[in-house]
Structures are given as C-alpha cells and as structure tokens.
C-alpha cells in the first residue's frame, strides 16, 4: 500500500468529508451535502484524515467540468488516504470525459495503494457507466453507507511456489 495507510479503515465513524474548491466552514454543509452525515468528519487537513475520503462531484460532468473534478481527486489523492469514495449522489450526467477522468484517477489511485470507490444513484450515468465497463474497474455503490461500510480491497500477496 502507498505511503500512510498504515492503520486504515473502512468505517462510517472515520470518514472524512472533503470539499475541495470550497472554504471550509464547521457546521455549514458543504457543497452537495445536506449536513454532514452521522460519524463524518469535515476536514481540510488531510494528513489527519483517519479514514476514508469523500469527495462530492458535480451533477454534471463533461468536458468543462471533467478536468476541475479531476483535479479535486487528485488534490485528496496527494495525501495517499487508504480509500477515496468519489460521492456522485448529484451527478445526473456523465459523457466520456468524465468517464476518462474517473479511469485515469483509478490508475492514479492503484499506483499510490489507494482504493477509488463510487457512489452513484443516477439510472443514466449508472447506464453510461455500464455501457463503458466501468463496474469490471471500479466498485459502484448506491449510498455512501455502503460505500463506507464495505472492507478495502486486500492488497494481492505474491504467490509462494
């Protein structure tokens, strides 16, 4: 596994809820949040993240908005959590941009130990997600609990002969 995930673990009480692109504010819901969800933690320090990162997406990710939503991944991914949750609860579209940005930060996240998770509820994007193999790379969730509640992925163990 990538550096610091040492002690990592998929649970609700030690999720982080990150926002990037957005002041933090204690107590103020962020971006695509209702409140914060029971046992959640918003954070802007992700080196003190204990767990797995929640990251919210855009409800539309194209083109113009594939490369921002990338990039935000990517900011949570420099920190080498155990396991990033990609929440696109909001997410009513997706095209092939968004589609290559989720792919890429797959690769990204596999390299650095890093497990990429999604939570998507939309019956278009989960259809567009179909369509493009998704499901075979990344596990695809319908709620964040799930999300949060299903144990890593074990790293594979060289095979002793």
Known sequence: MGEGTEGCRTCATGAASVQPG??????????????????????????????PVVVALPAEIDMATAGQAGADLGSVLAHHPCTIIADMTATRFCDSSGISMLVRTHKQAAANGTELRLVVRSAAVLRTMALAGVGKLLPIFPTVTQALATAPVPEPQPRRE
Do not use: N
Not at 25 to 45: C, I, S
């Open 22 to 51: 957005e002041p933090y504010v204690p107590g103020k819901p962020q971006r695509g949040e209702p409140a914060a969800r029971p046992g959640m933690t918003f954070v802007t320090d992700l080196s003190h993240a204990p767990g």
